[in-house]
């Protein structure tokens, strides 16, 4: 265990659903992001939040709409998403520069 | 343009079978480089971090090597829970506070009895 958990760890949904993943960290982290692992792709950054702030958003699709109530808190609103979509989202924290990962939602979308 | 590419893709190894796995950089101004293993199903596990060429960190039978333009992650002996997919990522400098990473694909490791 790493202090990062996600829920839920596997989730199906249709392209004209709305869903959210969410994230939380045991660490006393000030940071969070959100990940997306494809096959064969390497990990891209989606977003970025240091003390509740955005300071990243990686020219992610609208249907994508993170949220950031507190520092131990992460969420990651889903709605019309596309099967391209369909994927591992990771979530990890860090308080300096080493980022610690939760254990991933596997999502497909139909 | 990648920037961080690693190398082989995929390596099969005997166990026992030494050998070492490549991950080379083009970023400007490194701030860290980071070795991380992923097993099927999870999330990255952290295994290192080398800030400086010359550094060298090490963990049972990993040890981890860096250059100016590439690092290396050396396998001694391995044994079969050594298979995983090994990531590596580099760190540049950022706004402050920022620390993100550029994560290479991978080399998936297979180690056979």
């Known amino acids: 265990e790493t202090g990062v958990t996600q829920t839920p760890r596997h989730l199906v949904m249709g392209m004209t659903n709305k869903k959210s993943l969410k994230c939380e960290q045991h660490?006393?982290?000030?940071?969070m992001y959100w990940y997306k692992q494809s096959a064969k792709k390497p990990l891209e950054l989606m977003f970025v939040y240091n003390f509740k702030e955005q300071t990243e958003n990686n020219s992610v699709p609208s249907r994508f709409s993170p949220e950031c109530p507190n520092s131990s808190h992460l969420f990651l609103h889903l709605h019309t998403l596309q099967p391209e979509d369909s994927a591992l989202y990771l979530c990890?924290?860090?308080?300096?520069?080493?980022?610690?990962f939760g254990p991933g939602t596997r999502l497909l979308v139909l | 343009e990648d920037q961080v590419t690693q190398s082989p893709e995929a390596l099969r190894l005997q166990e026992g079978e030494s050998s070492s796995l490549n991950c080379s950089y083009t970023v400007s101004g490194l701030r860290g480089l980071f070795w991380y293993r992923q097993d099927p199903g999870k999330g990255p596990e952290f295994l290192f971090t080398?800030?400086?060429a010359g550094e060298e960190k090490e963990k049972e039978r990993l040890k981890a090597t860096l250059t100016k333009k590439e690092s290396f992650l050396h396998i001694t002996a391995p044994k079969p829970e050594d298979s995983a997919t090994y990531l590596c990522?580099?760190?540049?400098?950022?706004?402050?506070?920022?620390?993100?990473?550029?994560f290479g694909k991978g080399t998936k490791l297979s180690v056979i009895p």
């Open positions: 660490l006393g982290h000030n940071a």
């Open positions: 990890a924290s860090s308080q300096a520069d080493t980022q610690y």
């Open positions: 080398l800030y400086s």
């Open positions: 990522a580099v760190q540049e400098p950022k706004g402050a506070g920022s620390y993100q990473l550029t």
